[in-house]
């Protein structure tokens, strides 16, 4: 395997981010239960309803976020805010197949924080960790087709729309067309 902590531009000349990725703990449980009820996450996430404990135990599954960890398919952080360290979002890393370095990102931030670039600096921090750090060649992400804010994020980001998925996920009881995304390492190192 390459080191992509090694390829030239890695780490240099990052802006300073006003947010950052860390693995999440017990305490984080009842922020993530209440973020999945808030109206506008709701809206465009086929969230199913999940108990604290139930949030608890699987964020005990994900508090060491090390990459790559082959022996794993899921990772998680929560996106806090560097300047008073509070959390604003959760964002997750799910691997489609270690073989061929193909992931998933997914990802909400609060409504109380929506439209302040929070969401653009958390993905760019996500992607180094994709790419470097868990050192896939693939990211995809996919967002519901009436989600506008989601979809002209990734775009933002350097995501190319690949399709429709159409009736792909279920959300409050109404199949929802998505929209396909994807990254390659490639492009994303181009950045640099």
């Not at 929070?118 to 009436?146: D, N, P």
Request: include cysteine.
């Amino acid at each position: 395997m390459i080191d992509f902590k090694s390829f030239p531009g890695y780490g240099m000349n990052l802006p300073a981010y006003r947010v950052r990725l860390r693995d999440p703990n017990a305490d984080d449980a009842a922020r993530i239960y209440q973020w999945r009820r808030e109206e506008r996450i709701r809206a465009h996430q086929p969230l199913t309803s999940l108990s604290i404990e139930q949030i608890r135990t699987d964020l005990e599954r994900t508090s060491s976020n090390r990459l790559p960890d082959y022996t794993r398919d899921r990772f998680q952080w929560i996106i806090e805010r560097v300047s008073d360290n509070l959390a604003i979002g959760w964002i997750t890393l799910s691997i489609r197949t270690w073989e061929h370095l193909i992931g998933e990102i997914g990802y909400s931030i609060s409504t109380d924080f929506h439209q302040a670039g929070y969401g653009t600096e958390a993905l760019r921090l996500i992607l180094q960790k994709a790419f470097y750090e868990a050192q896939l060649y693939r990211v995809e992400a996919k967002c519901s087709v009436q989600n506008t804010a989601s979809y002209k994020l990734l775009e933002k980001a350097g995501f190319i729309r690949e399709g429709v998925l159409r009736g792909y996920f279920n959300i409050r009881g109404f199949r929802v067309d998505h929209y396909l995304y994807s990254m390659l390492r490639t492009e994303f190192v181009g950045d640099f």
